[in-house]
């Protein structure tokens, strides 16, 4: 489906990132810069998925090179 471009580490901290964001929109109900929180939804997937669009946007990568 999507050609991989985020490595293992870039990965983990992604997904870390991302539920951390998330964690704390549901911690923080009454704070009016709530849902820029939401944001940790986009980490998250690119972390789960292993593919980031603005990596392949750019030509990036991140994963390790194939010798």
Known sequence: MFKSNVGTTDRALRVIVGVALLVAFFMLPEASYR??????????VTGLMGSCPAYS?????????KS
């Open 35 to 44: 849902w820029l929180l939401l944001i940790g939804i986009v980490p998250l």
């Open 57 to 65: 946007l750019f030509g990036m990568s991140t994963c390790k090179m």
